[in-house]
């Protein structure tokens, strides 16, 4: 069964650091891997969405990379802002042969950015 | 213009109740989700249908019962609530299966 780890779990930074949010996952037969925020008491917003083919995605000032094979993704943030405060979660898509609707969520990193 | 819609978003009920939570989404996907946030904030998938065919049931009790009257309505009805169903509950759709998934605003269940 696929398990996903995120580091850290909580994270605080000064506004304009540039950030590193991990995410790791036992099983490297993957069909994609999707990264969300979630602000308090809202719904989760997609960032981006990586194919297992691909090695990196970029929107603005998020880039996510995968490693499939050692069974890792990293968003990295540039120049921080307080409105990036929000928990991100990363969630994988099991490979083809399985149901590829269902996704596997880690716990979260809670960022918070302060001015 | 709201992509993926949920009603109510607050619903707070008795144990032994039944009661019913609405999505609604005007994306034209074919596939929705039902997820469960529990009170450490984990995610984990109920169901999904496909067309308004069931494609995953999580081990989830039979209490639990999903309905989609059509592609853009997916319904969770859940029956003889108990105070362990008590949790944030959140809608998504996306065009395939394997596709980019998106959420609704989430529906927080309280059952006292």
């Known amino acids: 069964k696929q398990e996903v780890t995120q580091i850290p779990a909580a994270l605080s930074v000064p506004e304009g650091e540039n950030l590193v949010l991990n995410c790791s996952f036992t099983d490297s037969a993957i069909y994609n891997l999707q990264w969300f925020r979630q602000d308090p008491g809202k719904g989760l917003t997609s960032l981006l969405l990586i194919q297992s083919s691909q090695r990196e995605q970029t929107s603005g000032r998020l880039n996510a990379s995968l490693d499939k094979s050692s069974g890792r993704s990293t968003l990295y943030i540039a120049a921080s802002q307080p409105g990036d405060s929000a928990t991100y979660l990363c969630a994988v898509r099991p490979g083809r042969g399985s149901t590829l609707g269902r996704l596997y969520f880690g716990r979260g990193t809670q960022l918070t950015v302060w001015p | 213009d709201t992509a993926v819609s949920q009603t109510p978003k607050y619903l707070v009920t008795q144990m032994g109740n039944d009661k019913s939570i609405k999505c609604e989404q005007n994306l034209g996907h074919d596939t929705m989700y039902w997820y469960k946030q529990d009170s450490k904030k984990f995610l984990k998938i109920m169901f999904s249908y496909n067309n308004k065919e069931l494609i995953i049931n999580e081990t989830v009790p039979n209490r639990f019962s999903p309905k989609s009257p059509d592609k853009a309505h997916l319904n969770l009805h859940i029956n003889s609530l108990e105070l362990g169903d008590s949790a944030v509950y959140f809608c998504?759709?996306?065009?395939?299966?394997?596709?980019?998934?998106?959420f609704g605003p989430g529906t927080r269940l309280t059952v006292l």
């Open positions: 998504a759709s996306s065009q395939e299966e394997g596709d980019e998934q998106f």
